[in-house]
Nanobody, 127 residues
Framework: QVQLVESGGGLAQAGDSLRLFCAAS????????MGWFRQAQGKEREFVAA????????DYAGSVKGRFTISRDNAKNMVYLQLSNLKPEDTAVYCC????????????????????WGQGTQVTVSS
């Protein structure tokens, strides 16, 4: 099973940008479709973005579309989430997750359809 470690979170002001990193180890990242989820305090886990194993297909939650960009570098076993034009409502713990290629792409936004999770990185945006 792949192990995932996130980094890159921190404090930001509204309108700022941050880049989150997800390092995969144990198995090649190219063996998985990947996703980013977030969970704000007192709220349920929320889908943010997903990317296919090759990077050729991506998908975003409506709340972040046009502001966030997911990408990956399989040679480096890395997945990235570029956060731009941040808003206070983006404050949350952001986690990357991996799902095996046997799982249907149609369920990419369902957190229960992922096999491995990182520990998360905190993003805090002030107004």
């Amino acid at each position: 099973q792949v192990q995932l470690v996130e980094s890159g979170g921190g404090l930001a002001q509204a309108g700022d940008s941050l880049r989150l990193f997800c390092a995969a180890s144990g198995r090649p990242a190219s063996s998985y479709n990947m996703g980013w989820f977030r969970q704000a305090q007192g709220k349920e886990r929320e889908f943010v973005a997903a990317i296919s194993w090759s990077g050729g297909v991506t998908d975003y939650a409506g709340s972040v579309k046009g502001r966030f960009t997911i990408s990956r570098d399989n040679a480096k076993n890395m997945v990235y989430l570029q956060l731009s034009n941040l808003k206070p409502e983006d404050t949350a713990v952001y986690c990357c997750a991996a799902r095996t290629l046997s799982r249907a792409w149609s369920r990419r936004s369902d957190w229960q359809d992922y096999d491995s999770w990182g520990q998360g990185t905190q993003v805090t945006v002030s107004s």
